[in-house]
């Protein structure tokens, strides 16, 4: 029993987080010197990042009956995303009201040191601009060049264009299909073998965190990271436990089903890390194949809830610690700004901390040297919001694919009991308004 337990993927890094936590704590050079075990794993992960997505959702939008479906399912996603993100913001933001754990810190601006920030200061004036800017930074320069930067927005919008053009051209776009659905089988083999370091990842990743930053960085902005953790809980199990039940699942047992992830994304702090191998489960568990690879992606950007929270809740602590008084406008402005500035988020661990600081840069209110204050506790707070990010994505992806009729119910249900699937040919089908998409059976990860 014990030995089949171990055999288990999410129980390998739950041990390997364990040990990274122990190395941190006692040598925290040696845990500060493992980093690059767990920058490996991410870039590892990121090599075939691209040509998943790309594969996916060129796939998905081919097989589709017809382009009426392609922007049905786009624009429902598009509002369950901006629904459920402005939810999480307010939430933060009423949380952090109530707690208000900068209160009493009592701290100058004036006598913070922004040295240490000035790397995240420089790459969210990079990134900042007006929303035309946005628009055009989504058409990519050339195609290889969305591919080599991991650019997500340009490879979908390539890859939906191409995917258009395939599903047009019929009987003769066939054989390009088929070579895309071997390379996609090829690409998920790869993510196999990769996921078999995620212990070793994990370790490397959680002994640099402890080791860097120390126990003592948790304990003097405790209250902080506690109401985040929180907070991050309640969202879960409120909201998204509510969208499960409108949608027809337990969120329990569908948490369960995806454990793996969720502990592979505790030890990396990055949701990216696990995109591929979560695609192929929600295929598994009877979502259809278009809409996985339409929404997982676009997710990872319009919908980036863990995020949301950790963004009001930092903005607003920020305001409490360094006695800077905001009125309820003040505080609604924070919300409308960030309502945009949080859509340009990625799965990345620190794309959180530069959002931030382009928000408040953007607001004369709220002091951006008041960032400093997180550096410390940033990093363990990640943790947080990657897996609220990677829970809110894989349950809005079911969400979505029972509101277009694309959610096979009988087998959600047969996949989340542990129940045996019959042995039979499934078919990868389109998108159809009153037909269940029965998915292509794939493995569940390595």
Known sequence: MAKRLIGKLYVQVLIGVTIGIVLGVFWPQVGTDLKPVGDAFIKLIKMVFAPIIFATVVLGIAKMESMKELGRVGVRALIYFEVLSTFALVLGLIVVNFVQPGQGMNVDPATLDIQSISNYTAAAASGSGSFTDFLLHVIPASVTDAFAKNEILQILLFSTLFGIALSHLGPRGKPMVDVLEAFSH????????????????????????????????????????ATMYVTCFLFVVIVLGFVARLSGFSLWK???????????????????????????????????????GLVIPSGLTFNPDGQ???????????????????????????????????????????????????????????????????????????????????????????????????????????????????????????????????????????
């Not at 009001?312 to 008084?325: D, H, L, S």
Request: with cysteine.
């Open 308 to 446: 949301c929270i950790y963004y009001t809740m930092a903005a607003i602590f920020i305001a409490q610690a360094t006695n800077t008084p905001l009125t309820l406008t003040d505080q609604l402005i924070v919300l409308g700004v960030l309502l945009l500035s949080s859509k340009g988020s990625a799965g990345v661990t620190g794309s959180g901390f530069i959002t931030l600081a382009a928000t408040l840069a953007s607001l004369d209110n709220i002091p951006v040297a008041g960032m400093v204050l997180l550096l410390g506790v940033d990093r363990f707070m990640s943790e947080a919001r990657a897996i609220t990010n990677t829970i809110g994505n894989a349950v809005g992806t079911m969400a979505i694919a029972k509101w277009v009729g694309a959610l096979d119910k009988s087998r959600v249900e047969q996949v989340l009991n542990g129940s045996p699937l019959p042995e039979q040919k499934q078919p990868q089908q389109a998108v159809s308004r009153n037909q269940v998409v029965e998915p292509t059976t794939t493995a569940t990860g390595a």
């Open 186 to 225: 090829g690409m998920f083999y790869i993510v196999g073998m990769v996921m078999r370091l995620a212990p070793l990842a994990a370790c490397g990743a959680m002994a640099f965190t402890v080791g860097k930053y120390g126990l003592g960085s948790i304990v003097s902005l405790g209250k902080l990271m």
């Open 254 to 292: 569908f948490l369960k089903y995806i454990k793996e992830e969720l502990f592979t994304v505790l030890g990396t702090s990055s949701s990216e890390s696990v995109v591929p191998q979560l695609m192929t489960k929600l295929e598994n568990v009877g979502v259809s194949k278009p809409v996985v």
